[in-house]
């Protein structure tokens, strides 16, 4: 497996002075079920626009605020909004580990099962084979034994479709899992936690105050599995862990996909909560970043798609910056400008209602045309929404897509700022010249490159050009994975 290298990041800072006061924000045109066509004096957009805002010094303020409530989820549990969950993963890969292992990763969006046969320092991944499913939507909300049968009998299926020569048990051993289970879990140890909240879209019964790794177990058993989980890891550790197999400089690991989350190499002497004075040496730290709710620049649009979601009032953070928000933000925008002005015509397009009619990837793609006449944004949006939009109207589609995606590219960066400054003032390794990588997994990442320079040009803004220099924001691609499976390796019973 070969990773991508991403050249430390050096682009220039784009700083403007912008004071940050209340008065820049403008009142929306009230909302009417009948079309006013008088152009408001502070249009939808313009204010739109204004609102999502996110000058330099407005960003400081997020990363310090996010820095805060690392500080206090540090310090004590529900400090801040950072739970900052203690992972109980001590040792990360050395490279030594040999043997066949196995990881299942559940995201937002994606169900993946890999295996992958490992060879020690000299051979590496000698073999590895992987499959991935989208999961059904009404297990997103289904009953708990719905979604665990679901994970078991596709392993079951995996396992089953094994090619003997390339993968090797040896015998006594049973199978051993990482499980990669993205959502906030309060874990208990390196096999065990309860889910402290659903997000994404998912709300799955009957796991109130349950062992994932039961539940997990449970299924197996009943789909005639006899494979053992030996590490319980979260999206973000996963990643760390299997970037930091083939770079001993990789320090954090970011997700930016359907939802959003930050884990890091962290000093056990800075961890308050963690009661023993006497630890030395580090532990990872999953901050569950998109838990982040203060100070952001929250839209009236941003409101009513947190009061509508399944989770209202929290990860604010993650309903703005991840992959399963942006394409929404956008849509809500839209149909208010549909209804305050000609947009799209005389009459509101029905489609235009739906809501997540309009994707992430949709906004990505209407960013890629370069055409002058926008061709393909005029056929999205015919596809989408039944709506023929003139060359103005494309135009203005993707202002507004850019806006959403500007402010999410860049608020992602200042967290990942927070982070960075947090271990420079510990270790002042990018000070002393060390490269320090952030390992990034996530297709919102991967895929959206204007996503990708905003939160680049974030990140050099805040941090300077100085210590950016020695950064390097390295793309992974599921190699969460990996990193769940050399992790089952690390905590394996034999
Ligand atoms: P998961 O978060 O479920 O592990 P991924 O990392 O594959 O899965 O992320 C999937 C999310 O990434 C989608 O929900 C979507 O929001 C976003 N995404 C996928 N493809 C693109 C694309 N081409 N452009 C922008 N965003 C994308
Ligand atoms: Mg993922």
Same mark, same amino acid.
């Given at each position: 497996?070969?990773?991508?290298?991403?050249?430390?990041?050096?682009i220039?800072?784009?700083?403007?002075?912008?004071?940050?006061?209340?008065?820049r924000r403008?009142?929306?045109?009230v909302?009417?079920?009948?079309?006013?066509?008088? =152009?408001?004096?502070?249009?939808?957009?313009?204010?739109?626009?204004?609102?999502? /805002?996110?000058?330099?010094?407005?960003?400081?303020?997020?990363a310090?605020?996010?820095?805060?409530?690392?500080?206090?989820?540090?310090?004590?549990?529900?400090?801040?909004?950072?739970?900052?969950?203690?992972?109980?993963v001590?040792?990360l890969?050395?490279?030594?580990?040999?043997? #066949?292992?196995?990881?299942?990763?559940?995201?937002?969006?994606?169900?993946?099962?890999?295996s992958?046969?490992?060879?020690?320092?000299?051979?590496?991944v000698?073999?590895?084979?992987?499959?991935?499913?989208?999961?059904?939507?009404?297990?997103?909300?289904?009953?708990?034994?719905?979604?665990?049968?679901?994970?078991?009998?596709?392993?079951?299926?995996?396992? =089953?479709?094994?090619?003997?020569?390339r993968?090797q048990?040896?015998?006594?051993?049973?199978? /051993?899992?990482g499980?990669?289970?993205?959502?906030?879990?309060?874990?208990?140890s390196?096999?065990?936690?309860?889910?402290?909240?659903? %997000?994404?879209?998912?709300?799955?019964?009957?796991?109130?105050?349950?062992?994932?790794?039961?539940?997990?177990?449970? =299924?197996?058993?009943?789909?005639g599995?006899?494979?053992r989980?030996?590490?319980?890891?979260?999206?973000?550790?996963?990643?760390?862990?299997?970037?930091?197999?083939?770079? /001993?400089?990789v320090?954090?690991?970011?997700?930016?996909?359907?939802? %959003?989350?930050?884990?890091?190499?962290?000093?056990?002497?800075?961890?308050?909560?963690?009661h023993?004075?006497?630890?030395?040496?580090?532990?990872?730290i999953?901050?569950?970043?998109?838990?982040?709710?203060?100070?952001l620049p929250?839209?009236?649009?941003?409101?009513?798609?947190d009061?509508?979601?399944?989770?209202?009032?929290?990860?604010?953070?993650?309903?703005?910056?991840?992959?399963?928000?942006?394409?929404?933000?956008?849509?809500?925008?839209?149909?208010q400008?549909?209804?305050?002005?000609?947009?799209?015509?005389?009459?509101?397009?029905?489609?235009?209602?739906?809501?997540?009619?309009?994707?992430?990837?949709? #906004?990505?793609?209407?960013?890629?045309?370069? %055409?002058?006449?926008?061709?393909?944004?005029?056929t999205?949006l015919?596809?989408?929404?039944?709506?023929?939009?003139?060359?103005?109207?494309?135009?203005?589609v993707?202002?507004?897509?850019?806006?959403?995606?500007?402010?999410?590219?860049?608020?992602?960066?200042?967290?990942?700022?927070?982070?960075?400054?947090?271990?420079?003032? /510990?270790?002042?390794?990018?000070?002393?010249g060390?490269?320090?990588?952030?390992?990034?997994?996530?297709?919102?990442y991967?895929?959206?490159?204007?996503?990708?320079?905003?939160?680049?040009?974030?990140?050099?803004?805040?941090?300077?050009?100085?210590?950016?220099?020695?950064?390097?924001?390295?793309?992974?691609?599921?190699?969460?994975?990996?990193?769940?499976?050399?992790?089952?390796?690390?905590?394996?019973?034999?």
């Amino acid at each position: 497996m070969s990773l991508m290298f991403a050249s430390p990041v050096r682009i220039t800072p784009t700083v403007r002075s912008f004071t940050l006061t209340s008065s820049r924000r403008c009142n929306y045109t009230v909302m009417s079920a009948v079309r006013s066509d008088s =152009a408001s004096t502070c249009s939808v957009f313009t204010k739109f626009q204004n609102d999502c /805002e996110t000058p330099t010094p407005f960003l400081r303020n997020v990363a310090d605020a996010i820095s805060d409530d690392m500080r206090a989820g540090l310090a004590v549990e529900g400090g801040g909004d950072l739970p900052m969950i203690l992972t109980y993963v001590d040792a990360l890969p050395s490279g030594k580990e040999e043997g #066949l292992f196995y990881a299942l990763d559940l995201g937002g969006t994606n169900f993946r099962v890999r295996s992958v046969q490992l060879g020690g320092k000299q051979e590496r991944v000698v073999a590895a084979e992987s499959e991935q499913l989208s999961i059904p939507k009404e297990l997103m909300i289904g009953t708990s034994e719905e979604l665990f049968g679901f994970i078991a009998s596709n392993l079951a299926n995996f396992v =089953a479709k094994e090619k003997p020569g390339r993968f090797q048990l040896e015998t006594g051993k049973k199978r /051993e899992i990482g499980f990669t289970f993205s959502f906030p879990v309060n874990q208990t140890s390196i096999v065990s936690g309860t889910v402290i909240k659903w %997000t994404k879209g998912f709300k799955v019964s009957g796991m109130e105050g349950k062992n994932v790794v039961a539940c997990l177990n449970e =299924a197996m058993e009943a789909h005639g599995l006899d494979m053992r989980v030996s590490a319980l890891v979260n999206d973000g550790v996963g990643t760390l862990a299997g970037a930091r197999y083939w770079d /001993e400089d990789v320090m954090v690991g970011v997700i930016l996909g359907t939802g %959003t989350n930050a884990c890091y190499v962290e000093q056990k002497q800075k961890i308050p909560k963690l009661h023993s004075k006497s630890s030395s040496g580090t532990t990872i730290i999953n901050t569950e970043w998109g838990g982040f709710s203060k100070i952001l620049p929250q839209t009236i649009f941003d409101q009513e798609l947190d009061e509508e979601s399944i989770n209202p009032g929290e990860h604010l953070y993650e309903k703005m910056i991840s992959g399963m928000y942006l394409g929404e933000v956008v849509r809500r925008v839209l149909l208010q400008m549909c209804k305050t002005t000609d947009l799209f015509g005389q009459s509101i397009p029905v489609k235009l209602s739906t809501p997540f009619a309009l994707r992430t990837e949709d #906004l990505c793609k209407m960013q890629e045309d370069n %055409t002058d006449d926008l061709l393909s944004v005029g056929t999205i949006l015919y596809n989408i929404f039944e709506v023929e939009a003139n060359l103005k109207e494309r135009k203005r589609v993707v202002e507004v897509c850019d806006t959403v995606v500007k402010r999410g590219g860049r608020l992602a960066g200042a967290g990942i700022v927070a982070i960075l400054e947090k271990i420079e003032r /510990e270790t002042k390794r990018m000070a002393s010249g060390q490269r320090t990588v952030v390992a990034m997994d996530g297709a919102l990442y991967e895929k959206y490159p204007q996503y990708r320079r905003y939160m680049q040009d974030a990140l050099v803004e805040l941090l300077g050009h100085s210590l950016a220099s020695h950064v390097a924001i390295k793309h992974t691609k599921d190699v969460s994975g990996l990193g769940a499976a050399l992790l089952a390796a690390t905590n394996s019973i034999y």
